[in-house]
Antibody, heavy 125, light 105 residues
Framework: QVTLKESGPVLVKPTETLTLTCTVS??????????VSWIRQPPGKALEWLAH???????SYSTSLWSSLSISKDTSKSQVFLTMTNLGPVDTATYYC?????????????????WGQGTPVTVSS | SYQLTQPPSVSVSPGQTASISCSGD??????VSWYQQRPGQSPVLVIY??NKRPGIPERFSGSNSGNTATLTISGTQAMDEAAYYC?????????FGGGTKLTVL
């Protein structure tokens, strides 16, 4: 059974750094054409992809947020981490981690087959 | 950067067919996935690689051609009322559409 669970602070002050942890079970972070992504959703708004890391340690970041994001993993602990620096009120959102699967041959694609329950983060002084 | 456009809302009567569009430049050359998100819940994958179902009801189907991908829900039920998001892969980055709120009247 595949599960993902996010954890981290609920309240963060402006300009501070946020570190979120995604703990996975039911699959390995070192095998296969899969990995973990972070996605966020401000209240009442759409999903926004932030970053992903694959089993081969390949990483990618949102074009608009790349300078403030860092993703890493600890395979032995089945954990993926997201660090976001210099937070502002616009970063208030529910943050999800999801398993990303890469598939295809001539045309590559990805999709998210399992999601965590999400963790709310409020940025306020 | 690549963009996907969805209508903000779609309405359908129970038992009828709902169609939700997702448009992007040469989207038919990419694969599209769809997610359902009920209020207060995490998104759920309903379609991947344009038209594959991951163990969800057969009334959900997908297509993708030209610049438009479409999620079709046949025999729409009240439980299908939710937000739906399309997603594609471009230049090693994930792109989501803005979401469509499906209302079952």
């Amino acid at each position: 059974q595949v599960t993902l669970k996010e954890s981290g602070p609920v309240l963060v002050k402006p300009t501070e750094t946020l570190t979120l942890t995604c703990t996975v079970s039911g699959f390995s972070l070192s095998n296969g054409r899969m990995g973990v992504s972070w996605i966020r959703q401000p209240p009442g708004k759409a999903l926004e992809w932030l970053a992903h890391i694959f089993s081969n340690d390949e990483k990618s970041y949102s074009t608009s947020l790349w300078s403030s994001l860092s993703i890493s993993k600890d395979t032995s602990k089945s954990q993926v981490f997201l660090t976001m620096t210099n937070l502002g009120p616009v970063d208030t959102a529910t943050y999800y981690c999801a398993r990303i699967v890469e598939t295809g041959s001539a045309v590559l694609t990805t999709y998210f087959d399992y999601w965590g329950q999400g963790t709310p983060v409020t940025v306020s002084s | 950067s690549y963009q996907l456009t969805q209508p903000p809302s779609v309405s359908v009567s129970p038992g009828q067919t709902a169609s939700i569009s997702c448009s992007g430049d040469k989207l038919g050359d990419k694969f599209v996935s769809w997610y359902q998100q009920r209020p207060g819940q995490s998104p759920v994958l309903v379609i991947y690689q344009d038209n594959k179902r991951p163990g969800i009801p057969e009334r959900f189907s997908g297509s993708n051609s030209g610049n438009t991908a479409t999620l079709t829900i046949s025999g729409t039920q009240a439980m299908d009322e939710a937000a739906y998001y399309c997603q594609a892969w471009d230049s090693s980055k994930v792109v989501f559409g803005g979401g469509t709120k499906l209302t079952v009247l």
